[in-house]
């Protein structure tokens, strides 16, 4: 039967797998004991893809014993850390919630001589203090959507920028594309820039309170699919048109597939792809490792694309929807 062991600690949620569907029988053998954070699962539909991808690979029936503990704090991650290598585990794979701070709990990991897999962002950090890191490129990401953007060929740019969480890669990448260009090009102006920090009520938030100011716009550029969706449930409450021959051009990322099917139906214009199923290319990094091998590939990233309305098939919301 499976087991679920839950644990809260300061605020946190923690939870410990015995098991997971069917897989090789590893009675007798050493499990590897691995302390994974995370992101909250309920942070976006990214992330719930992100965890339970995780759930699925590291577990008792692969040979696994793993701990999980989630938070949007960096420090509050950083204590996790801490707790999971005085429980000794072999294995730290950790998505950081801000790319600075991690310098010296890696490095009593290191002393501590526990393996770090960074997975899904980046950090900050020496690169000798991880085995490997398998994330998204948030930079190139932002790079292909503001050319998506300015092959528009508007005579102008007056952008709602609503940023997800200050400090993470994805907000650092998404965000520099975008302030870039607007730097660089005189017609294109930013109306308002502020975090909704992932959350679809706050981004609904801003966008109401810019129709309230009587500011003009014709581009939403959110930082994920649930920030887009709260803007637009703003601009369908002042009866703004949107999407497809639209008055605003909508841009969301992650590629839910409902947010794929916005665009499927012309109500959104632009979707980023970013990629959540990174656990089998971290089980297989630990399968090295366990063997002695080298990794030669130190990063890997996952590969990415962005979705235009005008081009979007059903096959694309079928295969790439999370």
């Known amino acids: ?112 001589g526990i393996k770090v897999i960074l997975f899904d962002r980046t950090i900050d950090a020496d690169p000798s203090l991880y085995e490997a890191s398998i994330v998204s490129d948030m930079a190139k990401e932002g790079e292909t959507a503001v050319n998506w953007l300015a092959s528009q060929n508007l005579d102008s740019y007056s952008i709602i920028h609503i940023q997800g969480a200050m400090g993470s890669a994805a907000q650092i990448g998404r965000s520099g594309a975008l302030d870039a260009k607007v730097a660089a090009e005189a017609n294109w102006n930013i109306v308002k820039q502020q975090t909704a920090e992932w959350n ?56 839910n597939k409902w947010a794929l099917e916005e665009l499927l139906a012309g109500k959104w214009n632009y979707d980023g792809q970013c990629n959540p199923f990174q656990s089998s290319y971290i089980n297989d990094i630990i399968k090295k490792l366990e063997a002695g091998e080298t990794i030669a590939n130190k990063t890997i990233v996952m590969d990415e694309k962005g979705f235009d309305a005008s081009t979007i098939t059903q096959d694309d919301v079928n295969n790439y929807g999370i």
């Open 1 to 112: 039967m499976k087991k679920f062991l839950a644990l809260v600690l300061t605020g946190m949620m923690v939870l410990s797998l015995a098991a997971c569907g069917a897989g090789k029988d590893t009675k007798g053998s050493k499990l590897i004991k691995v302390g994974i954070i995370n992101n909250d699962p309920n942070e976006s539909g990214y992330r719930t893809a992100n965890v339970n991808d995780l759930k699925a690979t590291f577990c008792e029936a692969n040979g696994y014993d793993a701990s999980f503990a989630y938070s949007l704090k960096n420090d509050e991650q950083i204590s996790y850390a801490q707790k999971f290598i005085a429980d000794e585990v072999d294995y730290l794979l950790l998505s950081a919630a801000a790319t600075a701070g991690w310098d010296s709990v890696l490095q009593d990991a290191k002393k501590a």
């Open 200 to 255: 679809a009520e706050t981004a609904q938030q801003i966008v109401q309170s810019v129709i309230d100011a009587g500011e003009s716009f014709n581009v939403i550029y959110a930082e994920n699919d649930d920030m887009a969706k709260g803007a637009v449930a703003a601009l369908d409450k002042a009866n703004i048109s949107h999407g497809v021959n639209g008055d605003v051009i909508v841009m969301g990322y992650d590629c």
